[in-house]
């Protein structure tokens, strides 16, 4: 666990498997495999246009279908300002300011988002954030994963 200050608002973050509540990781999860297979920007979309474009080309219309709905989620993110990729950082956040956050609704994880933001945080700090977690959560599960084969060879 650590700690973020943000303007004197201090956030208690999970960076580790062993504290990480399930249904935090679960979310954390679904979100990061969402923003993969979707995403949630521009960015994102110019690549499924690409592909999109690929699928066609080569004639493969179950693949080009499957891309072209993916990218119209992607459409439907950035017209309502959802992003996984942001919303994937709100289930490590443990506290705000000593208080515990429970309430991991979207609409929740969208106000604390809007506090974020309204405090100054950017998208690219919290996208930092995310990878900085991810690293620290693959290595924590490797290391698990690890001292499992070794408990049971």
Do not use: C
């Amino acid at each position: 666990m650590h700690k973020i200050d943000i303007q004197g608002r201090i956030l208690e973050v999970y960076d580790s498997i062993d504290e990480l509540p399930i249904t935090r990781f679960h979310l954390f999860n679904r979100y990061l495999l969402i923003d993969a297979g979707v995403g949630s920007d521009v960015a994102d979309y110019d690549q499924h246009l690409a592909t999109l474009l690929k699928y066609i080309e080569l004639g493969d219309k179950e693949k080009a279908t499957k891309e072209a709905m993916n990218m119209r989620q992607n459409i439907a993110f950035i017209q309502s300002e959802t992003s996984p990729r942001l919303n994937a950082f709100v289930p490590l956040i443990k506290t705000i300011d000593g208080q515990l956050i429970n309430d991991l609704s979207e609409e929740n994880i969208k106000a604390i988002l809007k506090l974020l933001n309204d405090k100054g945080v950017k998208a690219s700090t919290i996208f930092r954030w995310v990878e900085e977690a991810k690293k620290k959560l693959k290595a924590s599960l490797m290391f698990f994963s690890r001292r499992q084969q070794k408990a049971q060879g």
